[in-house]
Structures are given as C-alpha cells and as structure tokens.
C-alpha cells in the first residue's frame, strides 16, 4: 500500500468516499435548485432551477448505483420537487413572490414553532423517563384556556403562564398516577386525558365566558424587541415573543439536562432499562413522576403561548390547539427524541405552515392542503425513511417494582 | 415482528408481552364489574362537576335524569311508534348514533383483538364519510339499490385502505400504528378541508362561497323505515350496524382468519412459531378495522345524520371516531359488548345535548362538553384496571387490616 491511498484511510476522506456523502449533497442540491427561484436570490429564469435540480438527481442515480438506495431516492425526489418548485415559482408574478417570501416569514415560522418546541421537548422528557404521551395534546389545550384565565383574573401575563403550567401539570400528575401507579395502558391512557381535556376546558370556558371572548384588555405575553439590527434580522428576529426566546432556551437546557447531567443519565436509564436502574438505586417511580409532571408543565406553558402569544391575542376557542399537541409528538419522533432533531423538526414544521398560511395569496386551495405537510413528513420519517427513527428501549412499558 | 424467530422463553407469567394479552388477563381478573364500575365512577364524577359549577346537589342529579329521557330511554314506560311523540323521536335518534358508535366501536375492537391500536378511526370515518358523499352526488341516473351498494362499499373500502396504510407500515418497517393513524387522521382532516372548501372537488356546484359539499342525490339515500323520509327517520344503517357485529363475531371466533388474528393479538411470536403469517395478519386486521368505521363514515353520509352534506367546518365537531375507542375498551372488544357500550355512548351523546337543551339545569351549551368529560373519564378508568379492583378490594382489604394491624404492606393488587 502506498502512502498516497494510507493518508486516504483516514476518518474523513472515508466518510467523503461513503456514497452517503452524495445522497446528502444530492438532497441539499435538491432544496438549493427551489431556493434559487425565490427572494432573495429569486433567479428569474428557469434554467438554472432546472439545472442544479438535474445535477441532484444523477447525484441520486448514483448514489443508489453505490448501493444507498434509499438516501438515493431521496436525493432523486429532492431534485425532482426542486425543479418543480422553481419552476413555478418563476412563472409567478414577482409581486407574490416578495409578498410571500420575506423576513417576516422567518418571525412567522419561529411563531408557529414555539409551541412545538415546548411540546417536542415535553415529549422528549416524558418519553425519555420512559413514559409515552400521547397526552401532550390535551395538556396543551389546559395551558391555552387556563393561561388565559389566569392572565384574565390576575391581571397579568405572568400569572397566566403561572395558571396555566399548575393546570397543565396538574392533569399530567393524574395522567402519571395512571400510567405508572395503577399501570394502564399509556396510549389509552393519553387518550382519557385528550378527551378529558377537551370537556374540562370546553365546559369551564362556557361556565366562566358564557362561550363568549374573554373580554379585551386582558394582559399578552410581551413582544421581546431589540434594538436595530438592519432590515432583514429586524424583521426576522427583532420583535419575537418572550416565549419563542423561553423555547430557544428551553431546548438547550433540556439537551444539557438530558445529555449531559447525572440527572439525565438517570432519566435516560429509566426509559431504557428501568429494572438496572432500579438496582443501581434510582427511584423508577419519583423520576418518571417528575418527568411526566415537568413535560405536562411545559406543554402547557406552549398551551398559554397558543392563546396569549401573537396568535391567539387574547382568544380562547373551544379546541384551540387543533392538533398542535400531535405535531409536537410528530415533531418529537421526527427529531429521534433527541432535543436538536425536534427543535429542526418543529421549525420545519412551523415553516411550513407559516408557508401554508403565505400561500393563500395564490390559492387558499393549495393552502389548504400543504397544512398536510408536517403529518405526510412525520408519517415518511416512522417508515424509516430517513434513517431508523428509535424509541427509548422502555418507552411505555409500565414498570412494577419487586 | 421477525416471522421464523421462535418465541423467546416466558419471562414473567403475570404480564403478558402485548396490549391485547394484557386486556384479556385483566378481563378475566375484573369481568363485567370493571366496565360497570368504570362508568358508574365516571358518571358520578360527572355529576360531581355539574353539582360543584352549579351549586346544588339536585341539579346534579336532575341532569341525569334530564340526559335519561334526553335519549328517549323514558320511551320504554310508554312505547309508541309515533315518531311525533318526543320520547319516541328521541329514541330513534339515540338508536341512528348507536349504530355509528357500534361501527366506529368495532374498528378499534377489531384492531385490538390482533393488538394494534387503531386511534384512528376518526380518519378512516372520514374517509368513507368523503368517498360516499363523491358517489352519492356525483353518480346521477343509476338504479338506487346498486348506488347505495356501489357507495357503501367504495366508502368501506376507503376507510380500509386507510388504515389499510398502517397496517402495512407496521408489517413492513415497523412503524407503530398509533403514530401512523394519528398522522393519517390529521391527513384525512386537512383532505377534507380542501375537498370542500372554497373551490375544492367536491365543494357544491350551488353556492361557490360556502366551503360544504353538494346534497347526496334522494335515490342513493338509505330508504327509512321508522318515520317520515326527509325527517331524520330511522334508516336501515341500523340493521347493517347490527349485521356488522355478527360478521365481527363470526369472523373472529368461526373463521381461520380470526384465530390467526387473535393468536397474533396474544403473542406475535408464539404465533410465528406457529406457522401464521404476522405480517399478513397484521396487514389483514387493520383493513378490516379501517372497513369498519368507513362503513360507519358512509352510512352516516348516505343515512342524513348530516343531512346528507358535510362541510369544512363540521370536520373539527366530529368526534364519533374518538368515540370508537371509549366504546370498544368499554365493551371489553367483543361484539356484545361493544353494542352495549355503543348504546351508552350513543344515549350520553343525543341525551345530553338534547335532554339538556331547555337550560334549566345547566346552559345547553355545557351539555355536550359534559359528555367529553365522562368520555375522557371512562377511557381514562377503563385502562386502568387495577384502580377499579383496587376500590373493589377495599373493603375486604379494610377488614383484613382491622383483623391484623400490623401488616400494612397490603398495597396495589400486583
């Protein structure tokens, strides 16, 4: 063997010859050829969306031919829908285009992800200590109408996050009693507690608001503004929601608690094998209480954002998360419950519907139909798809102490 | 899931490997007075609500007995025919929401027995509910009788392909189906969003601006045989309903298909070992379920229970999927018991919103959110066995330790 191919032996020219490599670059290329159609590159010519498009399907072709075959594909499709997207966003009118794609689209989608960040990293805790929860649904929809309240008769924002993390971790302390004392069936049990949900808060908000709006007035989360950055991160990032800052924390916090803490090894081992972590001494019971009551807290925290956060601005409806609660789940498994993979999966999802909101300027219609996106993707991701998504070894396995 | 692993040597006797092993081993430990003191519980925990928000005890009770006769149950002291009579009316209603819940019920049932647990119901209803109202306003001038067959069994179909879906996810990559069907409910719920909304395929010719369907054509309409045509009577779904839960039992307990579906239900690997195919009948379970509850979906389209339309904004309130689930675990996932189960819900589901309405007791609009909460709380109890033969057991376990002081340890049954 001569020098030339050992100095290529090492790690990373390994990794670059993986035929891996190219499915990614494939992929990337993929989303590059749509990109290149809109603000603020906004190329207005078809050729060159056509071109890096065709580039990231051979990229695919040969990435299969080097026996990937599924990364393959998936640089293939990339491509494929690349070069229709930039297609047709060139044959649309550049007035559109402006409108659709600006800073505030980048506000709009760190909006909608807010909520599924707190949910994702709920999830995370709760499933990481071993205990699946379905519940985050419901639970989310006691922080909406129970922060609200809070915000109404107290007279401040911050009692209604207050009230409505006590009601959201409230009804996860009863969905835990269930689920790790008397050892029912978590998905059953989760499903109580949704429909619980639905009915306490549907029946409270017609007792206490005769079904109207809360009345005006009542005190919103606050707005964080910076000071001047230029027009595009002013836009962006200049007036986001206290919240959406509190979820930007919370997922870094929540990496290091679960990663990088004695704490989060002991939440871990209990998802994975909760006998050995018995015998080693941790109390099973006390940390996935703590886990499901701390994800039931934060959930609903995401809840208040839900109706005192810019989207709601002040209204309950009755429903009001509408399946938010699920697309943090999705979000969740999407991100391998794994707190930087949820976060991603919870911008993209709020991408898209912050995009699905934008493209009621050409067609409520396709509007309507791309608010599908998060579920299609979620449901492409548990296919194993996009690599083997990997629950926690224990995930809802009830847990009887000897 | 692997079809030649041998089944690996039992660990603990007492907790069986899957949902459906587990449900059976607690049926035999709590029989019917599980069920029965999970809805009493919910029930009076209902009542707590309605007499703590309203001050008064009475009130509580007067709700029920106003949800009692809401469903038309007052019926049976003084039956009549007569739709006009109101006990009577009421009861033909409470009977058209029974036989949608004993068929969402049986989807879920149905999926269980082969432990899977199919919380989608409410997409696959949908799905048939879309596909019926397609055929059934689109196809003018066919024979009524092959219209209606050619609606109900394409709307059946669709609710099996769409649970059909999981169930090859499941089989093929391992995808656990409470996270699929959840997506392809939300999938479904956002179709029909498009399907008829403002310019979608199947929005009404008539008014472009209101995002609902167009009216299923009289001659694909489920012919009435109580009542008046037109009138919400009762329609023959009815007796399909009651059909559909004799093919249910039938299939599973006279049918090769139902032992290799129950076996796989008790134990996958066992099964295997065995010479059944998994795959194939995990495949096989989840279309029939998702059959069920399109059939549900489809009926109810070509029954009026929505007269005979369905819009984008009725998506959100239908819930008789989610229903599904409270009945099945009530009614144990057996056929009887599902009909009973169904029966209930489908009393508590006209008798509170109907029975209520006057405002007397509580304001109308409390009534359905009441149901939820009994709802939420019968699911929520019926999964937990143990809490309810924990309370059964209190009383023996109270003497016990009045006789022996000293042993306290007596804690939840293991």
């Known amino acids: 063997?001569?020098?030339?191919?050992?100095?290529?032996?090492?790690?990373?020219?390994?990794?670059?010859?993986?035929?891996?490599?190219?499915?990614?670059?494939?992929?990337?290329?993929?989303?590059?050829?749509?990109?290149?159609?809109?603000?603020?590159?906004?190329?207005?010519?078809?050729?060159?969306?056509?071109?890096?498009?065709?580039?990231?399907?051979?990229?695919?072709?040969?990435?299969?031919?080097?026996?990937?075959?599924?990364?393959?594909?998936?640089?293939?499709?990339?491509?494929?829908?690349?070069?229709?997207?930039?297609?047709?966003?060139?044959?649309?009118?550049?007035?559109?285009?402006?409108?659709?794609?600006?800073?505030?689209?980048?506000?709009?989608?760190?909006?909608?992800?807010?909520p599924l960040m707190f949910g994702a990293m709920a999830g995370i805790f709760s499933e990481r200590s071993g205990v699946v929860n379905i519940g985050l649904e419901g639970m989310m929809l006691m922080g909406a109408f129970w922060g609200i309240y809070g915000a109404d008769k107290g007279g401040t924002w911050v009692v209604g996050v207050l009230v409505g993390a006590a009601a959201g971790g409230l009804i996860a302390l009863v969905y835990a009693f269930f689920a790790i004392h008397l050892r029912s069936d978590q998905i059953v049990g989760g499903t109580g507690v949704n429909l619980l949900s639905v009915g306490i808060t549907g029946y409270f908000f017609v007792q206490l608001y005769h079904n109207a709006p809360v009345p005006n007035g009542v005190s919103l989360l606050p707005d964080v503004n910076l000071p001047d950055m230029g027009n595009f991160l002013d836009g962006a990032i200049g007036g986001l929601s206290i919240l959406t800052w509190a979820g930007f924390a919370l997922v870094i916090v929540t990496y290091l608690v679960i990663f990088k803490t004695p704490i989060g090894l002991r939440i871990r081992s209990c998802g994975e094998h909760p006998r050995a972590a018995d015998t080693v001494g941790i109390n099973v019971y006390a940390i996935r209480y703590s886990c499901v009551v701390l994800s039931?807290?934060?959930?609903?925290?995401?809840?208040?954002?839900?109706?005192?956060?810019?989207?709601?601005?002040?209204t309950f409806i009755f429903n009001m998360s509408n399946g938010q609660g699920f697309i943090a789940l999705a979000a969740m498994i999407f991100g391998n419950w794994r707190p930087a993979g949820a976060f991603g999966a919870a911008l993209l999802f709020g991408f898209s519907s912050a995009l699905a909101l934008r493209l009621q300027i050409y067609s409520p219609q396709a509007g309507t139909l791309f608010r599908m996106l998060p579920y299609v993707l979620t449901l492409v991701a548990v296919a194993g798809v996009i690599g083997r998504t990997v629950a926690p070894a224990a995930d809802g396995k009830p847990y009887v102490r000897q | 899931m692997t079809d030649s692993a041998p089944a690996p040597p039992p660990q603990e006797p007492a907790e069986a490997s899957t949902l459906a092993g587990r449900l059976a081993l607690k049926q035999r430990a709590g029989g019917i007075a599980v069920p029965i003191a999970t809805v009493l519980l919910a029930f009076f925990m209902g009542g707590v609500v309605v007499a703590a928000t309203q001050h008064s005890v009475h009130k509580g009770l007067i709700a029920y007995r106003d949800i009692f006769s809401g469903a038309g149950l007052n019926w049976i002291f003084h039956p009549t025919t007569n739709l006009l009579d109101i006990s009577a009316y009421n009861l033909s209603q409470t009977l058209l929401q029974t036989s949608t819940l004993v068929l969402t019920g049986l989807a879920v049932a149905f999926a269980f027995r082969c432990g899977m647990f199919n919380i989608g119901g409410q997409g696959q209803y949908f799905m048939g509910l879309f596909v019926a109202n397609w055929i059934g306003v689109s196809l003018v001038g066919v024979n009524s009788l092959g219209h209606i067959l050619l609606a109900l069994l394409l709307g059946t179909l669709a609710g099996a392909v769409w649970a059909g879906i999981a169930g090859v996810l499941k089989a093929t990559v391992g995808a656990h189906e409470v996270i699929s069907t959840i997506m392809l409910n939300w999938i479904a719920f956002w179709f029909g969003s498009w399907l008829f909304g403002d310019g979608g395929p199947l929005q009404n010719t008539t008014q472009p601006t209101v995002p609902i369907s167009g009216q299923v054509v009289p001659g694909a309409r489920l012919p009435d045989f109580w009542g008046v045509q037109g009138f919400q009577g009762v329609h023959i779904g009815v007796f399909i309903a009651l059909a559909a839960l004799v093919v249910f039992w039938a299939l599973l307990n006279r049918t090769t298909l139902g032992y290799e579906v129950k076996a796989v239900g008790f134990n996958p690997d066992a099964a295997a070992y065995g010479g059944i195919n998994v795959r194939k009948n995990l495949i096989r379970a989840m279309a029939i379920s998702g059959a069920f509850a399109g059939l549900a979906g489809a009926i109810d389209m070509l029954g009026g229970t929505t007269n005979y339309q369905f819009g984008t904004l009725d998506i959100p309130f239908s819930q008789v999927g989610f229903l599904g689930i409270a009945v099945a675990l009530l009614g144990r996932n057996t056929a009887l018991g599902t009909l009973l189960g169904a029966l209930l819900f489908g009393g508590l589901l006209f008798g509170t919103t109907h029975g209520l309405n006057s405002g007397a007791v509580i304001q109308p609009e409390l009534a359905g959110n009441l149901t939820y909460i009994i709802e939420g709380l019968v699911v929520l109890f019926v999964g937990a066995d143990v809490l309810i033969l924990y309370v059964w057991n209190s009383p023996r376990r109270l003497l016990r330790r009045r006789s022996k002081p000293a042993a306290s340890t007596a804690e939840l049954p293991a």
């Not at chain 1, 690349?82 to 297609?87: F, K, Q, T, Y």
């Not at chain 1, 039931?296 to 002040?314: D, F, H, R, T």
Request: glycine share 14%.
């Open chain 1, 296 to 314: 039931g807290i934060l959930v609903a925290i995401g809840g208040v954002y839900l109706s005192e956060g810019p989207q709601g601005n002040g």
């Open chain 1, 1 to 114: 063997m001569s020098t030339w191919t050992a100095r290529l032996d090492n790690p990373l020219s390994a990794r670059l010859r993986d035929a891996a490599i190219t499915g990614y670059l494939g992929i990337f290329l993929g989303v590059f050829a749509a990109f290149l159609a809109i603000p603020p590159i906004e190329a207005r010519t078809i050729t060159w969306p056509i071109l890096v498009g065709i580039v990231a399907m051979l990229l695919g072709v040969w990435t299969i031919a080097r026996g990937r075959r599924r990364l393959g594909w998936g640089a293939f499709a990339a491509g494929l829908l690349g070069i229709g997207l930039g297609v047709l966003a060139t044959y649309s009118s550049t007035d559109n285009l402006n409108q659709a794609f600006d800073a505030t689209l980048v506000a709009q989608t760190f909006g909608l992800a807010t």
